[in-house]
């Protein structure tokens, strides 16, 4: 039987190993791809209701990447967002003017971002597998590990200087790996759907803490809002099964006519809430990225953003210097010790806060009653009021952390790199 030789091959197709494969292979690698669900149709509408809040720094990695434009005629600018508590005092309002900026991100729906993400794989020359699952995995051996692909028809043997699992939350690759993960399902899912508010929404994203959970309305095209509806499990069941008036009524007592009335404009999708990290997400000459390495609350929409930053990481990590025409130049070996070392260090802190940062607003607000919630309102005022803690708000909201930009821009196109 033969054996096919990239030098990575990833395995889940979603947004983050889609982003990771195209860019690596842009980087001039030979990448394959293997994604358990069908090849996308043209024309099929994904049933994927959620959009992706990404923040500002997010924007800038894509664009750098050339990606953005691509998406952005179906973006829209977060220009402000309020974030509040209900049936509590307490508000802060972070505006991108007051920080010198047109947006402080952009809404782009799931069912835009993924399929530009996989033309782009398409374009980069990237070898796609799809209805395809990793049937097993055998130690590295030299500077290769072997893995076992089964296809619809098929099985098959391929050898990867690097394996990517970026398989998300229950992540079978990271189960083969043996690499130990926390995982905390949350006592609670989201409810994902678009409404159309009667007044315009004026580029302004919501963030409410409620006593069931965060509930969340970002700003869409054409007016709409993207609603994020946080519950536990049988709340969401009971608004699963009642009807759409009904939902939509208690949905307005809980966010209250900002936005005047919100009416219908979408289906509703359930997702359910599950907390995993895995400290440590390096094994030999195999690597855990986006929701594969971790997976965080919904709150304040940070999942896919560090995940952009994995991947930017990475190719940071994957890089050794300049070409003499200064373009950058990358390791032969990416699944070498040194890289993955390199990227794990890099990795932890941003990752670690994020972790830490969301599971606090999820859970640590949730109940915020008596003093606690007294303390809380009066933090929340303080933060409103003193320009120094809005500018840190801000800009942790913005993420506009370091990234390795002139690593990102000069990435030549398909098939054009040299490791
Ligand atoms: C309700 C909700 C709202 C969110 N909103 C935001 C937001 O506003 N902003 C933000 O930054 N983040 C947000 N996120 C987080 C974001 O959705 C995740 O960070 C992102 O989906 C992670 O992408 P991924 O590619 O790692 O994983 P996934 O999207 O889960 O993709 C994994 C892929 O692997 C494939 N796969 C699984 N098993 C196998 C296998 N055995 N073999 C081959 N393929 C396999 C799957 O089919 C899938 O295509 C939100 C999450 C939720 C739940």
Same mark, same amino acid.
């Given at each position: 039987?033969? /054996? ?54 997010? +924007? ?21 967002? /309020? ?215 919904? /709150? ?82 303080? +933060? ?36």
């Amino acid at each position: 039987m033969s /054996v096919q030789t990239p030098d990575i091959a990833i395995i889940g197709g979603g947004p983050v190993g889609s982003l990771a494969a195209a860019t690596l292979s842009r980087a001039g690698y030979s990448v394959a791809l293997f994604e358990r669900g069908a090849a996308p149709k043209p024309d099929t509408t994904r049933p994927d209701t959620r959009g992706y809040a990404l923040a500002a720094g997010s +924007v800038q990695l894509l664009d750098d990447l050339g990606y953005w434009s691509s998406v952005a005629d179906q973006a829209t600018p977060i220009r402000s967002i /309020v974030v509040s508590r209900r049936g509590g005092l307490g508000r802060v309002h972070l505006n991108a003017r007051d920080h010198g900026r047109a947006a402080l991100g952009q809404v782009v729906p799931a069912a835009a971002l993924d399929p530009m993400l996989n033309e782009a794989c398409r374009a980069a020359g990237v070898d796609l597998h799809y209805d395809s699952t990793l049937a097993g995995l055998d130690p590295a051996e030299g500077d290769r590990r072997t893995l076992h692909i089964e296809g619809a028809k098929d099985e098959a043997t391929w050898s990867a200087r690097l394996i990517l699992a970026a398989d998300g939350v229950s992540s079978p690759t990271r189960k083969a790996l043996g690499l130990p993960v926390q995982r905390l399902r949350y006592d609670a899912d989201a409810l994902v759907f678009d409404v159309r508010p009667d007044r315009p929404h004026n580029g302004q994203a919501f963030e409410r803490f409620t006593d069931e959970g965060p509930l969340a309305l970002l700003p869409q095209a054409d007016g709409r809002m993207n609603v994020v509806w946080v519950a536990p499990p049988q709340t969401c069941e009971q608004r699963l099964e009642q009807g759409e008036a009904e939902r939509l009524r208690e949905l307005q007592a809980r966010f209250g006519w900002t936005l005047g009335r919100l009416r219908p404009a979408g289906p509703v999708v359930r997702f359910p809430l599950e907390r995993v990290h895995a400290p440590d997400p390096v094994a030999e000459r195999a690597l855990l990225l986006g929701n594969a390495a971790h997976s965080v609350h919904p /709150v304040a929409g940070q999942g896919l953003n560090l995940s952009l930053r994995d991947v930017a990481g990475l190719l940071g990590a994957l890089r050794t210097g300049r070409q003499v025409d200064g373009t950058p130049a990358f390791a032969a070996d990416p699944g070498a010790a040194a890289v993955l070392e390199a990227y794990a260090k890099d990795r932890r802190q941003d990752v670690g806060s994020v972790v830490a940062a969301t599971d606090f607003l999820a859970r640590g607000l949730l109940h915020a009653a008596g003093l606690r919630g007294h303390g809380l309102g009066a933090g929340m005022m303080a +933060v409103d009021r003193l320009r120094p803690a809005r500018d840190a708000l801000a800009r942790s909201a913005m993420g506009l952390g370091p990234l390795p930009r002139h690593t990102l821009a000069h990435l030549p196109a398909a098939g054009q790199g040299t490791p």
